[in-house]
């Protein structure tokens, strides 16, 4: 009797990796901040969750374009927390992932108008330019700067009447973004330097980058908190002072706590916002 012949199966993808090599917490935090934006702004359950969409799709596609494009340096480093270097996530599915997403940002950001929609694209564009270029020049901190800037104009230009943001609500937007740079890349630098990555947190070194992440940081709170119209309401105060606290607990603390830091206060600027919109 003839052997059976083998089945062959497609081959499968880890999700598990595919979802560590997106930067998930990262991803999360931007997508947040963006619907509190757009809930703030007023744009309803179904423009919130457009805004959330096209967001999510633009920073998993960032994401994974960040992983694919540093998996030499990432495997030279002996990196045990990137899927690619170690394996978890083939190369080949990233880069189609991170493709993928790209597409789906394009008509997801196009949906809420064309200039919401440019607006939201050319902050996508940016971090691309960071993966593949800026991340290694004096310029590092300019593309996180100028997408979280983008991010109120791609809500409010979405409105009835394409209104263009507060200065003082991209300003905190921008800084927030800078901020977030600085605090990223400090458990990183001393890999980076010596693999050739020369970002201007790598050129200033830890200490300084920890400093300047704390005081963009809390320099984004404190707009959010005196920018709108109206007198500043007492829990605006009190949050504005945990946010100073949590920023001189976690500022010099080792690994990702700077960066986990952050991510806290991003949460305090998402109630911020929501307090001081409904307001």
């Known amino acids: ?46 423009g919130t969750a457009l805004t959330a969409g096209a967001v999510a799709a633009g920073q998993l596609s960032v994401g994974w374009c960040n992983d694919r494009v540093d998996l030499r340096r990432d495997r030279a480093a002996g990196r045990r927390d990137k899927p690619l270097a170690t394996g978890g996530a083939p190369a080949g599915a990233v880069t189609a992932a991170a493709l993928a997403a790209l597409a789906l940002c394009v008509p997801l950001s196009l949906a809420a108008g064309p200039a919401a929609g440019a607006a939201h694209l050319v902050g996508v564009a940016a971090a691309w330019a960071y993966n593949l270029r800026l991340k290694g020049t004096a310029a590092s901190w300019l593309p996180y700067a100028l ?106 603390a080792p690994g990702r706590i700077p960066f986990l830091g952050v991510m806290a206060v991003a949460a305090a600027d998402v109630l911020l916002l929501l307090a001081r919109g409904a307001g």
């Not at 947040?32 to 744009?43: K, V």
């Not at 200065?167 to 901020?179: D, R």
């Not at 010596?194 to 790598?202: C, D, E, I, K, S």
Request: proline residues 13%; positive net charge; charged residues 5%.
């Open 147 to 252: 997408a979280f800037g983008l991010l109120p104009a791609f809500v409010t230009l979405g409105l009835p009447g394409a209104p263009r943001p507060p200065l003082w609500l991209s300003g905190a937007a921008a800084l927030l973004g800078a901020g977030a740079h600085f605090a990223n890349v400090l458990p990183d630098i001393a890999d980076d330097l010596a693999a050739g990555v020369r970002g201007l947190p790598q050129r200033l070194g830890a200490r300084t980058s920890a400093a300047l992440a704390a005081l963009l940081v809390l320099g984004s709170a404190t707009l959010l908190l005196l920018g709108p119209p109206g007198p500043v309401p007492p829990h605006g105060w009190t949050l504005l002072a945990l946010t100073a606290v949590l920023l001189l607990a976690t500022g010099g």
């Open 1 to 46: 009797m003839p052997a059976p012949s083998p089945v062959l199966s497609a081959p499968t993808v880890p999700v598990a990796g595919l979802l560590r090599a997106c930067h998930p917490l990262p991803a999360a935090a931007v997508t947040l901040f963006a619907a509190a934006l757009a809930a703030a702004a007023g744009r309803g359950p179904a």
